[in-house]
């Protein structure tokens, strides 16, 4: 029924180094796709890996070297990404954010010419090894529909915000400015399901159930859906990620992005990681985020079957059952995509693919 993580991290990092990827860059991207799946982020793990190979082998993307930082002040950086894979430089700045932090108390990085880099939440959880708050966001591939629009002008531009609470507990907030990622509808187009009516629209701006439509000349709609329900707070969310990244950082912004997928020239997306220290603000940090937390957790919810949750609580849901799985269960479909995807770069040691999920 599942993949052990260990499997699915040695198969990314075969494929990866197949198309001439550095051993330790394949190893970046790989622990943060599986991280991605382990959280229950299934459109940002092994989905995405078929991108990645795409990418460098293409030569699009950087398959060696080093981020280079450009400019500094003690709480502050600029980093230029050198076209690498965004998991090199998402590490790379968010390690400095929190030497930063260290320091100075709060450490605030961009960095233009990078690539997608997986889940935001991975940086922003960085920060909570050394008990700090993270944040991060990226832009992306134009693929969201602004609210009375038509056309697809701003990415799916996520946020992240990871805080410490004690014994070990925290709140994560990861979530796309979109309804949705746009691999949740890449994956039921994949098998062949309708999408829930709010993710996207059609090529006229009417929202769809149809993935195809949404994928072929539509676009993604922004949280809250159509302007009757909020989407303007959505769209006005990813303008705000689009001035952390892309604005700031000097890298390629809105619907000058290259198109999904397109490897007709470099990503150069914009990336913002932040590093906060608790230490340098009022004391006792951890055991008011601990009572903010039991407050919400702890509340008689309107259903009885469904608690009330806090942000990073669904994720450990799904940690928990792939660790007692003895690991994360895949889509048979998704496993047999990327196995014909290693099979055409000369990757022969693939992923098992028996007793999977068929339904």
């Not at 699915?8 to 991280?35: D, N, Y």
């Not at 439509?213 to 159509?226: H, Q, R």
């Not at 000058?256 to 990681?273: E, I, M, P, S, Y």
Request: proline share 5%.
């Amino acid at each position: 029924m599942s993949v052990t993580m260990k499997h699915v991290q040695s198969f990314i990092e075969r494929c990866m180094m197949a198309v001439g990827t550095q051993l330790h860059h394949a190893r970046s991207l790989a622990e943060v796709l599986v991280e991605g799946d382990h959280r229950g982020h299934f459109s940002h793990g092994l989905n995405r890996m078929d991108m990645y190979v795409k990418d460098i082998k293409s030569g699009i993307c950087a398959k060696d070297g080093d981020p280079v930082l450009e400019k500094e002040s003690a709480a502050t950086a600029l980093v230029d990404g050198r076209n690498l894979l965004g998991p090199v430089v998402g590490n790379f700045c968010m390690n400095l954010a929190m030497k930063k932090a260290k320091e100075a108390g709060i450490g605030w990085v961009v960095a233009h010419g990078s690539n997608h880099y997986g889940i935001a939440g991975y940086y922003a959880m960085q920060a909570l090894k050394e008990n700090m708050i993270g944040m991060s966001f990226t832009n992306t591939s134009p693929l969201v529909v602004p609210t009375r629009g038509k056309e697809c002008t701003l990415g799916t531009n996520p946020i992240s915000v990871a805080a410490p609470a004690n014994d070990g507990d925290s709140f994560v907030l990861d979530m796309a400015t979109s309804a949705v990622a746009l691999g949740k509808v890449e994956l039921h187009d994949r098998r062949g399901d309708p999408i829930p009516e709010g993710w996207g629209c059609d090529a006229q701006g009417k929202l769809t159930s149809d993935p195809k439509k949404v994928l072929n000349g539509g676009g993604l709609v922004p949280i809250g859906g159509s302007e009757a329900t909020g989407g303007y707070k959505g769209y006005g969310l990813g303008m705000m990620v689009e001035v952390f990244c892309g604005i700031l950082a000097g890298a390629k912004y809105s619907e000058h992005v290259r198109t999904w997928k397109v490897t007709d020239r470099v990503a150069d997306l914009g990336q913002c990681f932040v590093a906060i220290n608790p230490e340098n603000f009022a004391p006792g940090f951890s055991d008011r985020m601990s009572d903010l937390l039991s407050i919400q957790r702890g509340l008689d919810p309107a259903d009885p079957h469904t608690p009330v949750l806090a942000a990073g609580d669904p994720e450990r849901t799904n940690m928990k059952k792939c660790d007692e799985m003895g690991g994360i269960p895949y889509h048979i479909n998704v496993v047999n995509h990327m196995n014909e995807c290693a099979k055409t770069i000369g990757v022969s040691k693939l992923l098992p693919c028996d007793n999977l999920i068929s339904n």
